[in-house]
């Protein structure tokens, strides 16, 4: 994986620039698809750290996106974070049900977007990282 990469399924060049501005200054690298069929190529390619997707996206069928990602072996332990309009309840629920990370308004995607993208990356690397063991069984 390559810790820093970060897939951006969206087309829209508002959100684009938003995403870009908020995490290349952190270090991140973007990687953009901007296509249906980049969106599992890229994926494979690169294996990034977590995946941004609009579920509103004109160009992309989120749905379709989120099928390939997790319909994957290789693919689908990439966190995803999707952002929707609040008021439509029923991408939300499809989303959850297909296996995205975290979804959030596009409101609160934009103003938090360096925020949830180091929230799904940190609690994704928590789940591949075993327990440490109860203090008195430690090795010494």
Not at 33 to 49: F, L, M, Y
Not at 117 to 123: M, P, R
């Amino acid at each position: 994986m390559t810790e820093k990469t970060i897939l951006v399924a969206v087309s829209d060049v508002f959100f684009y620039t938003k995403i870009r501005d908020a995490l290349l200054s952190k270090g991140y690298r973007l990687d953009r698809a901007r296509t249906q069929s980049e969106v599992s190529e890229k994926a494979a390619a690169v294996h990034p750290a977590a995946m941004i997707l609009n579920m509103n996206d004109a160009t992309l069928d989120a749905f379709q996106a989120l099928e390939q990602i997790k319909g994957s072996d290789r693919l689908k332990a990439i966190p995803i974070l999707a952002f929707a309009n609040h008021e439509e309840v029923e991408t939300w629920k499809r989303a959850k049900q297909l296996g995205v990370t975290k979804i959030v308004s596009r409101n609160e995607f934009s103003s938090r977007t360096r925020d949830l993208v180091e929230e799904v990356i940190s609690s994704h690397q928590t789940l591949l990282t075993p327990p440490s063991p109860p203090e008195g069984e430690r090795r010494r």
